[in-house]
DNA sequence: AAGGCTTTCAACCGCAGGGTG
DNA sequence: GCACCCTGCGGTTGAAAGCCT
């Protein structure tokens, strides 16, 4: 830590000269915990001086909100965590706290964490500033579609997911999996799908819309032409040019990024191999990094 | 095994905004 | 309007852990 677990030696008064910093010890994590089972959050400054604890209120509140809260959330994003990241981050930038308003559990600290040690890794990886433009579209063309493949794997495999992640995710898939061939081109929100015949179409009902689907495939007239949100629902399309799969991630108050005139579909994105060997114009993006 | 390098993430810092007297 | 305090936010740091040679 920068600061060490010596009490600060600083002359700006006795009290302060008393407050410790850096690393907290199981004993201040149970004061911390107990005072506030007893009395409630807030009034952080007094709270550290009446629960005996010689840290500064600030201290103590980041403690609590990033670590010792009993709704805090350990171990390592979830693929549905991180794709309502990406969304957010698209949208609203390095908006932390508001990001991760809509990850319960989850702390902006964190969230800012994943997207520096992960997501900005990708990033000089691929020789692009991660706040750039073609980054945000290489995201969305790649990195988000092998999300989406991981959430279909994990929802297939774990029927607990609805319970968990309910209130930012709602995901539909079929049978079609994405990214089952490195060669394969995924589009997300593209106005050049290719046409397949719709087959067996079924009709998905989320909040007060309704979206037609198929197992096989999609009718191009029903699908929007530009990012568009239904309600409180996104839409993400993946087209492998004989199927077409339809995820609908339900995300509260998330309006799908502008991506202006900027025709997307005219940008050349491919996914690389699986063994880092480029593949179209698109360097290597290492997906192992991410989960 | 050991040393160096890289990555992760808990914790700190400065600043801004809001509330209060 | 001003000063002060508290809270929250985003950026940054650095110890610890992991990885590599």
Redesign the pocket.
Known sequence: ????NNM?TSCNGEEFDQL?????TLEEDNLLIHYINCHG???????AKSAGLK?????C???W???LRPDTK?G?LTPQEQLVILQLHSK??????????HLPGR????I???W???VQ?QARHLNIDSSSKRFVEALHRFWMPRLLEKVEQTSSSSSSLSNSTASTLTIETDQNKLCAHPQTEHTIFTSSFPSPQPINKEYISSSSNIYATDSCGMTLSQLPEMPQLYGDTAGFYNSSFQNIDFYNVDINELDMIDFGSDNMSTLNFQLADNDGTRSGDMAYWNMD?LW
């Open positions: 830590m920068r600061a060490t600060t410790k910093r850096g690393a907290w959050e807030g009034h952080w400054n007094l709270l840290r500064t209120g600030k201290s509140r980041l403690r909100l990033n670590y350990r390592n609203w930038g390095n908006r932390w706290s508001k990001i991760a308003r702390t902006d600290n964190e800012k964490n994943y520096r040690t992960r890794k990094d």
